[in-house]
């Protein structure tokens, strides 16, 4: 599947899908019952081995008059999210389609029916560690109409993960904090520290479509070479006998996230026909900050039924007289995934000398970033990725870290599975 593909069908925006009467407002993936929780499906052991959970929830929301039929299908992947490409590993998942569909609330203008899917269900069971991929078909159709990741781990060892301050060569106006990440690695008895222990991917926490990857596999290393505008180094190590350390270094340590909250209905009323412009227009920040954020959560369950809705939204960005980048301006954050796409890109306003979007945005309270790229006509992936140009850096930033381990097995032909987990934050290891 292409770049230009996937940016497409993980677009949380409006998007009305070909050939069928409903559009697809969100769809997001978490663990157990918890949409804070990061999507890590425990197989075997507990929580004190690693952190996960024993199901993981698959959340979409259209705007249809019936719930369509909809069956969803899986699809193990490498380090990098290609796919693993063994047959071997997806024999006998025919999918599930066992969504437990709920109504939206009365009057609704944006949405109609919210689907809940667990995996592992009576129709399916995962019992392959790894990397995992879900792809959402219509029962009549063989092209994916929206996909989301997973995590599945087998614990087989533990992962420490160091999280301290660096600096990085930032560009000129910009702060040069940074975050280098380490990930202390043991195995269990019956596995060996070789090189089959070959791979640390990096996150942070919720944004699973931004990798920084440390790997003895070169090839690996391409899904992020042309992501990031600021390349990071890497190192792997063995200092300690037993314990092998991947190191990712001089991350731009980014700011805390911006905090938008939608919960107040005198505010942003429901069902509103028109974007509801944001009271002040965002500026360029510097590292400063006046508000912790919640680690790139959404928060939407507490609402009340009738505040389940989408609110209509234009964001306004100030480059305070500065003229309009080289780059593109994207609004990246917990309404979209985490993920920038064309549909979250902002044009700018000439004649006001702003940068605008209007977007449906689902209410609650939701974290976000600015940043800059640039999207790729030919293949549609945003490349030269960057969050400091308007957010700056500083590394009292509350974000964590996770470091997801993989070992290659010989099973079944040979696979990349998932054998450790690891999280922290700049101040000190993280609870879970």
């Keep these: 599947m292409s770049l230009q593909t996937l940016a497409a069908l993980l677009c949380c925006s409006a998007l009305t899908i070909a050939q069928t009467p409903w559009v697809l407002r969100s769809i997001r993936i978490y663990g157990a019952d918890d949409e804070t929780a990061p999507p890590i499906l425990l197989l075997g052991g507990d929580r004190s081995s690693a952190p996960g959970y024993p199901f993981v929830t698959l959340e979409i929301e259209l705007d249809a008059a019936v719930p369509p039929a909809l069956i969803v299908r899986f699809e193990h992947c490498r380090p990098d999210w290609s796919a693993s490409e063994n047959i071997f590993l997806t024999i006998g998942m025919l999918g599930t389609s066992l969504f437990s569909w709920e109504p939206g609330p009365a009057g609704s203008r944006y949405y109609t029916y919210r689907g809940r899917l667990r995996i592992p269900n009576p129709q399916v069971t995962i019992s392959i560690a790894g990397n995992w991929k879900l792809k959402v078909y219509e029962h009549t159709s063989d092209h994916p109409i929206a996909e989301a990741r997973f995590f599945a781990v087998r614990p ?35 596995f060996n520290i070789d090189e089959r222990l070959h791979t640390v991917v990096f996150y942070r926490n919720h944004r699973w479509f931004e990798p920084y990857i440390v790997s003895q596999d070169p090839r690996l290393r391409t899904a992020t070479d042309r992501l990031y505008r600021h390349p990071y180094s890497t190192s792997i190590a063995g200092i300690t006998p037993g314990t092998k350390i991947f190191r990712a270094e001089r991350l731009p340590a980014q700011n805390e996230y911006r905090v938008l909250d939608l919960r107040n209905p005198t505010i942003f009323p429901p069902n509103t026909p028109l974007p509801i412009r944001l009271p002040l227009a965002d ?31 234009e964001f306004i960005l100030d480059p305070e007289g500065a003229p309009a980048l080289p780059q593109e301006v994207f609004v990246v954050g917990s309404f979209n995934n985490w993920l920038p796409t064309a549909q979250w890109r902002l044009s700018y306003d000439a004649d006001e000398r702003l940068y605008r979007l209007r977007q449906l945005v689902r209410r ?52 990349d599975t998932l054998i450790a987990v690891g999280a922290a934050t700049l101040q000190g290891p993280l609870r879970y």
């Design 156 to 190: 087989e060892g533990s992962c420490r993960v160091v999280a301290y301050g660096d600096l990085y060569a930032a560009s000129p106006g910009v702060s040069p904090a940074a975050v280098t990440l380490e990930a202390w690695v043991q195995l269990s008895p019956r």
């Design 283 to 313: 500026l360029r920040r510097n590292g400063s900050f006046t508000e912790w954020a919640d680690d790139g959560a959404a928060q939407t369950a507490s609402l009340a039924p009738y505040l389940q809705d989408y609110v209509p939204l």
């Design 364 to 415: 609650g309270r939701h974290n976000y970033l600015y940043a800059t790229g640039r999207l790729n006509a030919d293949t549609g992936a945003i490349e030269e990725l960057s969050f400091e140009e308007w957010e700056g850096n500083t590394t009292a930033t509350r974000s964590s870290f996770w470091a997801f381990v993989y070992y290659r097995l010989p099973d079944f032909g040979g696979y």
